[in-house]
């Protein structure tokens, strides 16, 4: 099952999706991290952020809506901890680090620091996150300035970037063709969809933030769909995600186009998601029936 990626090789095709698995130190109490085939680390920012306050997190049929607003801890703990830790721990597990800003010179910065870590094989740029005031979706709703952040962590990166499109737009294959002609090395989508829930009891959102990102099975025939269009747009790689919670699934991202895949809400509902994906992928693979 290994896959190469641009700078890197993978012993199979499945990663954690950001934000949906930290730095992995929870899930390491869990299973073995080596079990991966990278690892993406929560989206950074160049400070700390502290995110959405009040409920963040409502589940639905198939689904979850979370309003998480990119929490993490900053540049600064990141590159001196949470990547030394996984380095030490997980000394061949290609690390891909996420990242995200409000502006063209904070994602540069960021992809600068972060990119000399000598585990981060790769750079993730998240130009897609819904769920932020500034920055975040917008980034990755217009053509030209899509391509600005593209070309500016590019220059500032010393490894290769995987740009991470958001479904939220007419045409994703428009913006996939400008961040490829900006000098993307691969993209990851779909980020999730914009979505909110309501309390029928006051008719008020669920959510303090009003909106959240829809993410889990209920978007796969979407995000099946979008890596298709992308995959038939574009010659760089693409990681593919979007509900995948079984081998099934994890071979139909494949079919679309997909050359690695990202699993995201599946790890909230059972904590060795990837392992048994990535078992029933390669039974699949083999021609073996998958129940």
């Not at 000394?91 to 000598?118: F, M, N, Q, R």
């Not at 975040?136 to 899509?146: N, P, Q, R, S, Y």
């Amino acid at each position: 099952m290994a896959i190469q990626l641009p700078g890197f090789t993978m012993k199979n095709p499945l990663m954690p999706a950001s934000g949906t698995f930290g730095f992995g130190e929870g899930y390491a109490k869990e299973y073995d991290l080596n079990l991966l085939g990278a690892l993406v680390t929560k989206s950074t920012t160049l400070a700390p952020r502290i995110g959405n306050q009040g409920t963040i997190f409502a589940d639905g049929p198939d689904s979850t809506l979370n309003a998480v607003g990119l929490k993490n801890p900053g540049s600064d703990v990141v590159l001196h901890e949470k990547l030394p830790w996984l380095a030490t721990q997980y000394p061949d597990l290609p690390i891909i680090a996420s990242i995200a800003g409000v502006d063209v010179a904070e994602y540069a910065a960021v992809a600068k620091k972060l990119s000399a870590a000598p585990n981060v094989k790769a750079l993730e740029v998240n130009i897609s996150c819904p769920n932020v005031k500034q920055g975040g979706m917008a980034f990755g709703t217009d053509l030209e300035v899509a391509a600005a952040v593209t070309r500016a962590v590019k220059a500032a990166s010393s490894v290769p970037i995987f740009v991470k499109l958001t479904p939220n737009v007419t045409d994703i294959t428009a913006i996939a063709k400008a961040v490829e002609q900006a000098g993307a090395d691969g993209l990851s989508l779909i980020n999730t969809f914009v979505g909110m829930r309501l309390d029928i009891a006051t008719g008020k959102p669920l959510l303090d933030n009003v909106t959240g990102g829809v993410s889990g099975p209920a978007v796969l025939p979407m995000a099946l769909h979008m890596v298709y269009q992308v995959a038939h747009a574009v010659r760089v790689p693409l990681i593919g995600m979007g509900g995948i919670s079984s081998g099934h699934d994890a071979a139909e991202m494949l079919a679309a186009g997909a050359t690695a895949l990202a699993v995201g809400s599946a790890n909230y509902y059972q904590k060795r998601a990837i392992p048994k994906i990535a078992a029933e992928l390669a039974a699949i693979q083999e021609g073996q029936t998958v129940l």
